[in-house]
């Protein structure tokens, strides 16, 4: 065995990376929520989608510059580490390896398996769910942890296929009349009467969950051939065709039912009207597959996470983790320990029948880690005047305060919206205290 990980990936792998991993399940879920959130108000909504575009922007334009100083495994991890010291870092990882990666992973199977029995017509549930997710899980890990390139492979056709249904449902939706009140119709009836700025910023909460994931693209720097030069214009140009994607798609939504009834027919409903139901049925399809590519796409960030923080030696039996098998380049003992973690949360959402919760806890309080990226970005400039930027932010310090304010106002939202989630996800955070090494 050997402990050094080679660069294998190019600029089309970490772009499908940010891609896939960005747009999965989320996009297909969260217009509704978002729609909830803003008060049934349209403008709000699409304003909140805009606003959250913007923000992962800047955040994507402000973390690029630290990761392509700073091109280590483990991505903001190592950030974390350069400017806050092993303590903080080892926080942000044992809350990514314990909570955040491997209950992602497992919703994204979950919800992989909920599309496939729509696809198929049968029942959604666990008789057919549970070995459908299992058996998901079982083939991405085996994917990414016994191939040098498979993984990459599956993860470049996924995203192009994923494409597929999003733009069909933006064009069909832009070409309908079937919302004749106009997209920006609100129904006084059901609307909210909070205050609008109180509104943008909770529907900013959902908007995020689905743009959350860029950052993670990090953790396979060690993996890219040319870190340097791929990783920057991965995050930048993969974050602004994401954020056409998902401004388009909501509009496209809006033409075809209004905010209050689709918030009743769901993404379903605005399928069936489309397309018919054969045409729902390949929706349904393109939904499978985009599931699938976040599910590659996590399952194979989350095999470098306890390697990272093994390789540092602050996680527990970190000789064990730390190795990489020489045949497959791959850290193997990492990424079964991911995948075990994984299993047991998708048991647990079979159990609990209430999978979204999986999700919920950790994305609020990983905005504030976010925003302590960015804050590195100008401590790094005053602490190391001379260490290497082969990429630059613009307009600094104006796009970095920026995105820092961005990403504190996502948890100041958070936490007004949900507290029993920011305190769950803040406990969970320290309870790494009781097992760091020094």
Not at 248 to 256: D, E, F, Q, S, T
Not at 286 to 301: C, P, T, V, Y
Request: hydrophobic content about 50%; overall charge positive; charged content about 10%.
């Amino acid at each position: 065995m050997e402990d050094k990980l080679k660069g294998r990936y190019g600029f089309p792998v970490a772009f499908s990376m940010v891609v896939g991993v960005v747009i999965g399940i989320g996009i297909f879920f969260k217009a509704k929520p978002v729609l909830i959130a803003s008060g049934l108000h349209p403008k709000i909504a699409i304003s909140a989608w805009i606003l959250g575009g913007t923000i992962s922007i800047l955040s994507g334009l402000t973390a690029a510059e630290i990761g392509a100083a700073v091109p280590e495994t483990g991505g903001i991890i190592a950030w974390i580490r350069r400017v806050y010291g092993d303590k903080v870092a080892f926080l942000v990882g044992w809350t990514q390896a314990i909570v955040y990666t491997p209950a992602i992973v497992a919703l994204i199977a979950y919800y992989f398996a909920f599309f496939t029995t729509q696809f198929l017509g049968v029942e959604a549930g666990p008789k057919y769910m549970l070995p459908l997710s299992a058996g998901a899980l079982v083939l991405v890990f085996a994917v990414n942890t016994f191939t040098q390139r498979a993984g990459g492979i599956i993860q470049t056709l996924a995203t192009g296929a994923k494409i597929i249904p999003l733009a069909a449902i933006t064009i069909f939706g832009f070409m309908s009349n079937n919302n004749s009140a106009g997209i920006f119709y609100t129904s006084t009836e059901a609307v909210s009467t909070k205050p609008p700025i109180l509104l943008l910023g909770m529907a900013l909460v959902p908007v995020m969950f689905a743009f959350d994931g860029w950052i993670y693209v990090g953790t396979i720097s060690g993996d890219l051939k040319n870190v340097k030069k791929d990783l920057p214009k991965a995050i930048i140009f993969g974050l602004g065709f994401i954020t056409i994607i998902y401004v388009a798609l909501n509009i496209g939504l809006l033409k075809v039912f209004s905010a209050d009834e689709l918030v009743n027919q769901g993404m379903f409903g605005v399928a069936q009207n489309l397309f018919g139901n054969y045409g729902a049925k390949v929706i349904f399809l393109g939904i499978m597959i985009s599931s699938f590519g976040g599910l590659n796409g996590f399952s194979l960030i989350s095999t470098r996470v306890p390697y990272s923080l093994a390789i540092e030696g602050h996680f527990p039996a970190k000789n064990y983790f730390s190795k990489v098998e020489e045949k497959s380049n791959q850290p193997m003992r990492s990424a079964g320990l991911m995948f075990i973690l994984s299993m047991v949360y998708l048991i647990a959402m079979f159990i609990t029948g209430n999978p979204d919760v999986f999700g919920d806890i950790p994305v609020a309080i990983f905005w504030l880690f976010y925003s302590m990226v960015f804050l590195g970005v100008i401590i790094l400039r005053k602490r190391e005047p001379e260490l290497e930027r082969p990429y630059k932010v613009p307009l600094y310090p104006v796009v970095p305060i920026l995105a820092i304010l961005g990403g504190v106002s996502i948890g100041v939202y958070a936490a007004i919206s949900n507290p029993k989630y920011m305190l769950i996800s803040l406990l969970a955070t320290l309870s790494g205290l009781l097992f760091y090494k020094k």
